[in-house]
Structures are given as structure tokens and as C-alpha cells.
């Protein structure tokens, strides 16, 4: 009992974020307890994580409008600080996962159809409780003014000026397992 204890602790602290000079990172199964904490619901589950150089994924299980699985692809773009926003480039392939055939049958061309040029008007209806997330045709952009806990961070006040003034997020990257968050000084900071 105690070495179970142990081996969870230890894992526990394996995964939190690690801090490195430039900013800091954060592990796959961290992110995605966070995000399974955050966004799983009756309308939807968050499945899985798969963090890679290129073509990260995400797999997730729709219960509302319709059941399926989803799995969306992204790659984060570059960061434009100014505006507070994260983008990322995506994409969603799906299937139904009905019991019935018929189900199946009729929530598989739904599907298509959700791929298709319809796709995104859909995935808007799936983000539509969550206003700090934008969906356009193939973009994703989060809000990070519109999420209260990193506006506490944004907000909070370094040597007379809020900490966002201070710094920015030069880039956001990923590579096997791992999400790396890199900072930097504020441009505009003189003194």
C-alpha cells in the first residue's frame, strides 16, 4: 500500500509543468487531465492526447448533437500577442458510434457532410457554450482575456504594470509528449 502511495506521488510530480528559463512545459498526460477536467461533460469527452511535432491530436467522443468519435488534428501558428489569442490550424475527421445500423448509417453521412463545407458550422454549435473559443473554417482561436483563471495571471501586477505588459508568449510548440510554452520580454518594455 505504501509503494502504491509512492509510485503515484512520484508520478504525480513527474508530470507537473517544469519551468525553464524562456518559459515552460508542460507534459501530454497533465494537459490532458487539465483539459478532461475543464471540458468533459454530457455533450462531450475528451479521450485522448497525442502531442507530436507536426500534426498533434486530439480525441475526443461527441454524445450531442450526435455520437461520435472525433479526432481533431492541429498545429499551433505562430503567436500575435497583441491580441491576447492563441490560434491553431485544424482539422476533424470523425465516425458515428451509434448501437444501430441505422444510426450508424445516417450519423456517418452526417459526418461527411460535417467534414465538408458544412463541417464548421457544426463544431460551432459543439464550441458554442465555450466563449473563449472561436471557430472558423479551418482556425481555432482561444481567447485568453475571455478564460478568468490566465486573466488573474495577465492581469496581475509586476513593478506598477500588469504582468501582460511585462511579457509575452513568443511561441508555442510541441514535439513528442511535451507542449512547450516559450516567453519573452515585452517589446515595449523600457525600463
Known amino acids: 500500500m505504501n509503494h502504491h502511495w509512492q509510485s503515484r506521488l512520484i508520478r504525480g510530480w513527474q508530470q507537473r509543468p517544469t519551468l525553464h528559463r524562456d518559459g515552460v512545459s508542460l507534459q501530454e498526460a497533465w494537459l490532458l487531465r487539465k483539459l478532461q477536467q475543464a471540458l468533459n461533460g454530457d455533450a462531450l469527452q475528451i479521450d485522448s492526447l497525442s502531442l ?8 475526443l467522443t461527441a454524445h450531442q448533437p450526435l455520437a461520435a468519435r472525433l479526432t481533431l488534428h492541429f498545429d499551433f501558428l505562430p503567436i500575435v500577442w497583441h491580441s491576447r489569442q492563441i490560434r491553431l490550424h485544424y482539422h476533424v475527421q470523425g465516425e458515428a458510434i451509434s448501437p444501430s445500423t441505422t444510426r450508424r448509417l445516417l450519423g456517418g453521412l452526417l459526418l461527411g457532410v460535417m467534414e465538408g463545407a458544412f463541417g464548421h458550422k457544426t463544431l460551432q454549435q459543439l464550441a ?20 478568468d483563471r490566465v486573466r488573474q495571471y495577465l492581469d496581475y501586477p509586476l513593478l506598477g504594470k500588469p504582468l ?28
Do not use: F
Open 52 to 59: 507530436l511535432s507536426r500534426d498533434s491530436t486530439l480525441h
Open 128 to 147: 458554442k457554450p465555450l466563449d473563449w473559443l472561436t471557430l472558423e473554417q479551418d482556425i481555432a482561436t482561444i481567447h485568453l482575456d475571455a478564460l
Open 164 to 191: 501582460a505588459a511585462r511579457l509575452t508568449i513568443k511561441a508555442i510548440e510541441t514535439s513528442p509528449g511535451l507542449l512547450r510554452i516559450r516567453l519573452s520580454r515585452s517589446p515595449s518594455q523600457t525600463d
